[in-house]
T-cell receptor, first 112, second 115 residues
Framework: DQQVKQNSPSLSVQEGRISILNCDYT??????FLWYKKYPAEGPTFLIS?????DKNEDGRFTVFLNKSAKHLSLHIVPSQPGDSAVYFC???????????FGTGTSLTVIP | KAGVTQTPRYLIKTRGQQVTLSCSPI?????VSWYQQTPGQGLQFLFE???????NKGNFPGRFSGRQFSNSRSEMNVSTLELGDSALYLC??????????????FGPGTRLTVL
């Protein structure tokens, strides 16, 4: 039962343009969401997070938006750079559990 | 500060064998979680250990087991390997564990191939 879903396995964007990665979840108990970035042969690294009390969190070129009513979050990267090419995972957790639920990942390619 | 280390990085086994993977968390971190990553399935949670106790377990068969030592190092064991166990196994450490929203730091993973 995939509680966190990333329906786009891959995405290609031109350097300098905006990259938008999407994530949907089914469990209304999730109250904390994270995005991780993964390069080949490396483990995922934390990128940005958002609590359910917010609808937006920004960190430099990265912004995460949360729409609780739609159970949807998105990661915006502006401007996109070739070094952003990686697999991006979204993850969610609850304030009572010790488990993070991950999506299946979206492979982003930024074309120079 | 050294990151999360996992050994071995690559492993080839045959069906029916068993395997033990090792994870050394960041110094001071007490929580270690294990994940299985396969194409199309993302990261599937296996289990989490905190202070030598398994606190949470995912939906994997009993062939998958783990333990944590007093120095927080953790091992994961898979018995009676099946072809479908071929995957990247990732270990993540955090200070206190997921429910505290502590950031998880991942190791590079162990790539297990079952022939």
């Amino acid at each position: 039962d995939q509680q966190v879903k990333q329906n786009s396995p891959s995405l290609s964007v031109q350097e300098g343009r905006i990259s938008i990665l999407n994530c949907d979840y089914t469990n209304s108990m999730f109250d904390y969401f994270l995005w991780y970035k993964k390069y080949p042969a490396e483990g995922p690294t934390f990128l940005i997070s958002i609590s359910s009390i917010k609808d937006k969190n920004e960190d430099g070129r990265f912004t995460v938006f949360l729409n609780k009513s739609a159970k949807h979050l998105s990661l915006h990267i502006v401007p996109s750079q070739p070094g952003d090419s990686a697999v991006y995972f979204c993850a969610a957790t609850t304030n009572t559990g010790n488990q993070f639920y991950f999506g299946t990942g979206t492979s982003l390619t930024v074309i120079p | 500060k050294a990151g999360v280390t996992q050994t071995p990085r690559y492993l080839i086994k045959t069906r029916g064998q068993q395997v033990t993977l090792s994870c050394s968390p960041i110094s001071g971190h007490r929580s270690v979680s294990w994940y299985q990553q396969t194409p199309g399935q993302g990261l599937q949670f296996l289990f989490e250990y905190f202070s030598e106790t398994q606190r949470n377990k995912g939906n994997f068969p009993g062939r998958f087991s783990g333990r944590q030592f007093s120095n927080s190092r953790s091992e994961m064991n898979v018995s009676t390997l099946e072809l479908g166990d071929s995957a990247l196994y990732l270990c993540a450490s955090s200070l206190l564990g997921g429910h505290s929203y502590n950031e998880q730091f991942f190791g590079p993973g162990t790539r297990l191939t079952v022939l």
